[in-house]
């Protein structure tokens, strides 16, 4: 191509990529004779190479691809995200962890990024070893106890949030009661499921909002082992009202669910919805995150800022602070009280 028009290879990387170096007459040459050789231009890949940046950042979660489309947190969480990706001129590519921890790895290693929003993933510090042998950034949204001074989060004091829905369950008089939580334990079945303590959860974010719901029954003298613990394989509304619709069949069934998400406490109100009006238990169900959705279905929920959560995530990645304690931030959430609770009903 340079010998074509005479010139250096600099000059022809300087027509595509720095134009003000040169004449427009000798950059429309350039040009010119590059349509006429059927050559399109520099490789973006390997440019970005020589620069030492991508121009992206990964967003790296543990579900499907269509999670990030489908799910409402995910849906907000993203929008926050892009908004500051834009800000900063840059792009976002989300990962999805396939379920084989090799495949996974060879995600997080070959994905072209600048840097990780670590989003959603349980058992994270096999993919934070990658991301820190590739020399790469990375902002996570789920505490760890492990975590350096230096490493940058964002996100809700989980166990805190958790703890002020069951305590209104408990101050309505409700002692018997069913925990909702997704995948709880690896390749765990739907329905109730026995599980020593909460410490055993691998998923920060579930064990963190199981341990503040198993918080404030233990203060009224209900503990773990008297808890009704269901799994879901999904954060979906149909998986929710399947796993949890057996219950209401029992002898003594619970008289309060609380679950780890809003889509999974809808699915809980579908699931009563759909028993005959005769049949109908009444059930106070806590969602948690406050979708658009809990609103419209008068759902008790705890309420997190998800679009802020991921906008802020992308700015500790994007523009760090200098201080290393900015880069903990911990927002606030509120406890929002609706009509799918009440008092215990009269036997």
Known sequence: MADAVGVSRSTVSNAYSRPDQLSATLRERILDAARQLGYPGPNPTARSLRRGFVGSIGVLFTSQLSYAFTDPFAVRFLAGVGAAAERH??????????????????????????????????????ALDVIRQRGLPFVSTAARDDASADERFVGIDERAAARSAAAHIVGLGHRRVALLADSVLPDAPAGPLTVAGVDQVPHPTTRGRLGGFADAFAEVGVGWAELTLVNVPGNSRSAAAAAIAGLFDQPAPPTA????????????????????????????????????????????????????????????????PADAAAGHVLLPTELVVRDSTGPVPRS
Request: overall charge negative.
């Open 89 to 126: 001129g840059t792009s976002m590519l989300l990962v999805p962890l396939p379920p084989a921890v090799t495949d996974a790895r060879r995600a997080v290693e070959n994905a072209a990024v600048d840097g990780f929003c670590v989003y959603c993933v349980a058992d994270e510090e096999w």
């Open 257 to 320: 669910v609380l679950a780890g998400s809003d889509v999974l406490a809808l699915g809980v109100l579908d699931a009563l919805a759909a028993r005959p009006a005769h049949d109908r238990p009444t059930v106070s169900v806590t969602g948690f995150d406050d979708v658009a959705e809990a609103a419209a279905a008068g759902l008790t929920t705890v309420r997190q800022p998800a679009e802020e959560k991921g906008r802020i995530a992308a700015e500790l990645l994007l523009d760090p």
